[in-house]
């Protein structure tokens, strides 16, 4: 099925009966199967308004990513959050849509700066479990009222209803970018060097380590983002600040530095190689110590090391990935692989209690992505 309108939309699932299994570009196959009719969204898409001078832009759910993303660059701006493109981890086709990266609370490395997709969001339209038609937020940040529907329904992954309208606020695009670059640090040595970086006053936008880089041994990545000046100065401060964790260069080529980062948001250094892939999200200085527990394991930290990228032997140590985790008070996603345990980190059981209650608020006949609830839906 794939409705053509808000309205064909919203009559499919008040006459539904039977589960429906809701998918924008069907890129972002995360959490456990649903078995269910599938419901596309792509057949509502299109941007409906873009105001470039108040950084704002309202588009259909089913919109494609490259279509948003294409319109920002000409006028020069950007999604801020940075959202991931899953295709080359999980080996899915299609078109990402910019109701996908909501649905799914899409965020990249630059949200540890910015804040995540969420965070940018303003208003949204959406059909419910009872197939009726509900409108919160609006166009400008100060928009708040009743219940913030808006942040609710980023990261429900269409349990709760299924997004047909975004609303959200842009940013201009940057004019220059730096990457500070060391080669050699360990774990512990890098996430130290990471965490200083992100608690100095120079607004860096990344901040990353791979134990295994293109050269084979393990590289640490600081980025910087604004004016030349500005980013040329605040490059200069942190190899001072950070000389005594290593000797960091710089690079400052932007398809090389594009290409950086591009890499980090995708996980690209774990496309096309077996295994399952877990995200985790941690206390940075916890990071270092999870991955030594779990055997066999190649880890990219991200965020500082707060967000670990995992790539484990398949179908081996769930167990011991979620107990490393939870003991620290983190979460952990299995992205790929077998999802017989459930995707998501199991939820203490009054948040699990309140999940369900939301669930039967907004959908009581259990028709949306059923499955997907009582998981903890990590973003």
């Given amino acids: 099925m794939k409705p053509e309108s808000e309205a064909e939309l919203a009559e499919i699932v008040r006459t539904a009966d039977e589960p429906l299994r809701i998918q924008g570009g069907g890129t972002r196959p995360i959490g456990v199967p649903v078995n269910g009719a599938p419901l596309s969204t792509t057949g509502l898409s299109g941007i409906e308004l873009y105001e470039p001078g108040a950084l704002t832009m309202v588009a259909k759910a089913g919109t494609p990513l490259a279509q948003v993303e294409a319109a920002l660059a000409q006028a020069g701006q950007r999604l801020a959050f940075e959202p991931m493109d899953h295709r080359g981890l999980l080996g899915t086709v299609g078109e ?12 990249g490395p630059r949200r540890i700066q910015g804040g995540g997709a969420r965070d940018f969001l303003l208003g949204v339209r959406f059909v419910d479990g009872r197939g009726e038609v509900i409108r919160n937020g609006g166009r400008v940040m100060k928009n708040v009222t009743g219940y913030d529907l808006v942040k609710l329904m980023a990261g429900s992954y269409g349990t709760l209803g299924v997004l047909t309208e975004l609303a959200l606020k842009v940013m201009p695009a940057t004019q220059a970018t730096a990457v500070l670059l060391c080669e050699g640090l360990t774990d512990e040595e890098a996430v130290a060097a990471l965490c200083r970086a992100l608690g100095s006053p120079f607004e860096v ?94 880890a990219i930290y991200d965020w500082g090391g707060g967000l670990i990228w995992l790539l484990v032997p398949q179908g081996r140590q769930a167990d011991t990935i979620r107990q490393a985790v939870a003991g620290h008070g983190g979460h952990a996603t299995l992205i790929r692989g077998s999802r017989a345990g459930g995707a998501f980190q199991p939820l203490a059981p009054p948040v699990a209690a309140l999940q369900e209650g939301l669930r039967r608020r907004f959908d009581p006949r259990g028709l949306l992505n059923p499955g997907l609830m009582g998981q903890g839906a990590a973003s």
């Fill in 96 to 107: 990402p849509t910019i109701g996908g990266v909501f649905a799914a609370n899409v965020s």
């Fill in 205 to 298: 936008t990344g901040a990353a380590h791979l134990q295994r880089g293109t050269g084979g041994g393990p590289v640490t990545m600081i980025r910087l983002e604004g004016s030349e000046s500005s980013v040329a100065y605040r490059a200069g401060e942190l190899q001072a600040l950070l000389a005594h964790h290593g000797e960091f260069g710089v690079e400052t080529d932007p398809a090389r530095t594009a290409a950086c980062w591009r890499d980090i948001r995708d996980v690209a250094p774990f496309h096309d190689r077996s295994g399952d892939v877990w995200r985790l999200s941690v206390k940075p200085t916890d990071a270092p110590g999870i991955v030594a527990r779990i055997e066999g394991a190649e």
